[in-house]
């Protein structure tokens, strides 16, 4: 079977950075788009950035230049480097990816299980 594993969450203080990693692992026959998502207290699940396996990348407006999404295709990973973090981005972190692969090698939409970013002072 196909699993998304991420990791690289925890506590940072403002201004600080953190670099959450996902890796898809099984069954993988390919990988189209990569992305994360975010879920704060509260809220609803958010689109924070996305890249497709060409590495065409783009980002919710709140984090753009401060966010870099890149995926390594060799090592079926994609990365989010968060810098100049604040409160407001505090969040359960989700990585997604549309995988070809499974038990019967099909398209199919991916999520990880999330991984906790808190940034507090």
């Known amino acids: 079977q196909v699993r998304l594993a991420e990791s690289g969450g925890g506590l940072v203080q403002p201004g600080g950075s953190l670099r959450l990693s996902c890796v898809a692992a099984?069954?993988?026959?390919?990988?189209?788009?990569m992305g994360w998502y975010r879920q704060g207290p509260g809220k609803e699940r958010e689109l924070v950035a996305s890249i497709t396996s060409g590495g065409r990348s783009e980002y919710a407006g709140s984090v753009k230049g401060r966010f870099t999404i890149s995926r390594d295709n060799a090592k079926n990973t994609v990365y989010l480097q968060m810098n100049s973090l604040i409160p407001e981005d505090t969040a359960v972190y989700y990585c997604?990816?549309?995988?070809?692969?499974?038990?019967?090698?099909?398209?199919?939409?991916?999520w990880g299980q999330g991984t906790q970013v808190t940034v507090t002072s």
């Open positions: 099984g069954s993988i026959l390919g990988i189209n788009a």
């Open positions: 997604k990816a549309e995988i070809l692969g499974g038990r019967y090698a099909a398209w199919n939409v991916y």
